[in-house]
């Protein structure tokens, strides 16, 4: 049995970005990975926010599209314009990206070993069974569980986890239509509180996409009616169609548990407004290995706990924040959307939003439009008490 002192399960971007952390300090680790090949097949819509640049390395290269702005669309197409001067996200090669990130955690010093299926793992002596035809054991001081929504480390000691579905197509229009900085997003009550997308790869090309509380085939409906009915992907001709699961953010997850701590999906660090988890998970993974390497370099593995605690003083606020947009928003209407929009758009919100607005953090934009008393003036009284006492 071959030992460690770090055994990461999952070598998505969160599992490599923390293994290259530890890596560097000069633990051994390795990494096991059930696919054959990393970042296949995509499973995410490659949009993300600007503080990407700060939490983790990213080269040029893997930029497909600095996007500046969105177009926001109501059911009844009332949009709300909103723009940036510098890029406030990213449309990534997240393919390329992934590999990237698994090669400076291998270029740090981790091994990684790919179609390697974690069947259990025990908490108490960090050893994990893996399924190949020697039926492999790895045991490590430390076991981190990054192996995405179905993790078989979270399902150790956490109730099953809740997901949304989701589902992208890439699609050529045939002609010059997009403005290849601006991505489109559609509310629409049926999948509330997600929302439909359009991210342009080119002017030509983009990937749609949606999730939402549906199965794959209610999915494919609504993404075909978004086809037929928006003039800037009417006709499109599909590529390719991808798939993906969401976990829901649950606040009361357990993420440390004996020598094993999750991240990531695995964590259902995702943000409650989008389903996004990158620029946290990233965050979280240099947060894990400061935890990770106190408890190694002392021989203590209590200070595994040193983890959820920052994780939860650095999150909480925003976390929460989000989650109440998440509810409202899954509370309203068409109408009732329909009519937010069109009073957002008389208040004059669409300079705010551009002034306001963050991907990743949104309780900023939020306060800004309690304190003008705009959402106020759109949302029915219950909600406006609902918002109201949070920030009490």
Known sequence: MKNYDVAVVGAGPVGSTFARHMAEKGYKVAVLEKKREIGVPLQCAG??????????ILPDKFIINPVHGAFLHSPEDTILSVQKDKPEAYVLDRVGYDKFLAQLAEDAGADIFLNQKVEKVDTLRGVIDIKNKENDKISATVVVGADGHASTISEKFNPPVESFQAAQYLVDVGEKRFQKDYVHLYVDSRVAPGFLWVIPLSE???????????????????????????????????????????????????????????LGDAASQVKPTTGGGLIMGFTCAEIASRAASQALENENIELLANYPQEYHEEFRKELKAQLMV????????????????????????????????????????????LKRGILFSILPKMLSRRISNLWK
């Not at 004059?348 to 900023?364: L, P, R, T, W």
Request: proline share 2%; aromatic share 8%.
């Open 326 to 369: 998440h509810k409202i928003f899954k509370s309203l209407t068409d109408a009732d959307l329909e009519y937010m929009f069109r009073k957002l758009k008389e208040e004059g919100a669409e300079e705010i939003i551009s002034h306001y607005g963050d991907m990743d953090s949104q309780s900023i934009l939020i306060k800004e439009l």
């Open 204 to 262: 030509s090309t983009a990937r749609i996409g949606l999730f939402a509380d549906c199965n794959y085939q209610q999915l494919n409906i609504l993404l075909k009616e978004l086809i037929d009915k928006r003039p800037e992907i009417r006709g499109s001709t599909i590529l390719k169609k991808y798939y993906g699961v969401i976990p829901k953010y649950n606040s009361q997850k357990q993420l440390v548990k004996d020598r094993v701590l999750l």
């Open 47 to 56: 949009l993300l926010g600007k503080r990407i640049k700060k939490v983790n």
